[in-house]
């Protein structure tokens, strides 16, 4: 009998990408508490938020658990800034391996710091984007009219972007986690052919009826079959 993963979240995916696949560096976007960033272990790690929720001291604290966090970077600014000011400088001629989008939970936010880290990705580079699957339609609005519990805005559009705008990406879905986008320069298995008009246009509603379509909605398991590595 096949097992079947219960649970998968992003940590599970980075740590098992980081690990098998030998990976040497890692960008997040939208840190926070630092509640996975800071058990990444990488030795060339960069952090990016205009509002850390954390002090000096929880980051020396956390360089004492993992060594790791000894060499973090941190970049206290939103990610358009970090992509103008910093990200030439500091990821140079190294493409990055492995990103974490987790930033501003709308479309044109999260599709811009895809857009930039692609620009920074190695050929056999992986970014995961968080919060593409809302489950709720109090989930999916607008940061402005959010009024409390989950927010995962409409990155759900992000990936109807990406899978009707980039022939050059394959992207999908782990249906974990509150989503869990794929993006990899590979050949997309499917594609979509709306106009990003098309998508603003569209509304919580839509996306409930076509959820597995649109999103190319994977089962956890199919994250080791696609990178080909071990539970
Ligand atoms: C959901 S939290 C990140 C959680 C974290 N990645 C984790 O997995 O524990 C979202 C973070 O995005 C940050 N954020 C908001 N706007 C941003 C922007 N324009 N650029 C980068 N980060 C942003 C917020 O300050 C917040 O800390």
Redesign the pocket.
């Given at each position: 009998m096949t097992e079947t993963v219960t649970t998968l979240n992003?940590?599970d995916v980075i740590e098992s990408l980081m690990r098998q696949k030998k990976l040497k560096n890692y960008l997040?976007?939208?840190?926070?508490?630092?509640?996975?960033?800071f058990r990444v272990k990488s030795p060339f790690k960069l952090a990016?938020?205009?509002?850390?929720?954390f002090d000096r001291l929880r980051r020396i604290g956390k360089a004492l658990i993992n060594p790791a966090n000894l060499a973090n970077q941190y970049f206290e600014?939103?990610?358009?800034?970090?992509f103008a000011e910093d990200a030439d400088r500091v990821i140079g001629k190294k493409p990055l391996q492995l990103a974490?989008i987790?930033?501003?939970?709308e479309y044109q936010?999260a599709l811009r710091?895809v857009e930039n880290t692609l620009r920074y990705l190695s050929d056999d580079g992986v970014i995961i984007l968080?919060?593409c699957n809302p489950l709720t339609p109090g989930a999916a609005v607008p940061y402005d009219e959010w009024v409390e519990g989950q927010?995962n805005g409409d990155v759900w559009k992000t990936i109807l972007h990406l899978r009707s705008q980039r022939p050059d990406l394959n992207v999908f879905v782990l249906d974990t986690d509150q989503g869990l986008g794929i993006v990899t320069r590979r050949k997309p298995e499917t594609v979509l052919n709306f106009t990003p008009a098309q998508i603003d246009a569209l509304s919580y509603d839509d996306l409930a009826k076509n959820r597995a379509h649109w999103l190319n909605l994977k089962s956890p398991e199919y994250f080791y079959t696609y990178f080909g590595v071990e539970k």
């Open positions: 992003r940590l997040e976007i939208g840190v926070a508490n630092g509640h996975i960033f990016v938020d205009p509002a850390f929720s600014k939103t990610s358009d800034a970090f974490l987790d930033g501003m939970h936010f710091d968080h919060d927010w």
